[in-house]
């Protein structure tokens, strides 16, 4: 029996904007799917109950940084204080 094949779609530096968010949460849950959403810390603070949203669907929440900045030219600290930021505020 062949394997099955599997796709993961993601979706970044959400959960803004919530009218793009709401739109794709329903056409994943029409269609029993479900993703990755990396989000950004400073727009889970905005946008808690949209956050939570996403969770109670069942899709993943991942990181991707408190502000976007370019963590390849950001010292060790920034990188450490952007990360460590966002993986506070999306664990509550």
């Known amino acids: ?4 094949r ?3 779609f993601s979706f970044d530096d959400g959960p803004a904007p919530i009218g793009a968010l709401n739109a ?3 056409v994943l849950q029409k269609n029993a799917i479900k993703a ?3 989000v950004l810390g400073s727009e889970v603070k905005q946008y808690p109950a949209e956050t939570r949203f996403i969770a109670i669907q069942g899709h993943k929440i991942q990181n991707h940084s408190w502000s976007h900045p370019n963590l390849a030219k950001a010292s060790e600290e920034k990188v450490k204080s952007e990360l460590e930021s966002t993986q506070e505020i999306i664990s509550v």
Do not use: G, S, V, Y
């Open 1 to 4: 029996m062949p394997e099955k």
């Open 6 to 8: 599997k796709i993961i």
């Open 24 to 26: 794709i949460l329903r």
């Open 36 to 38: 990755e959403f990396f």
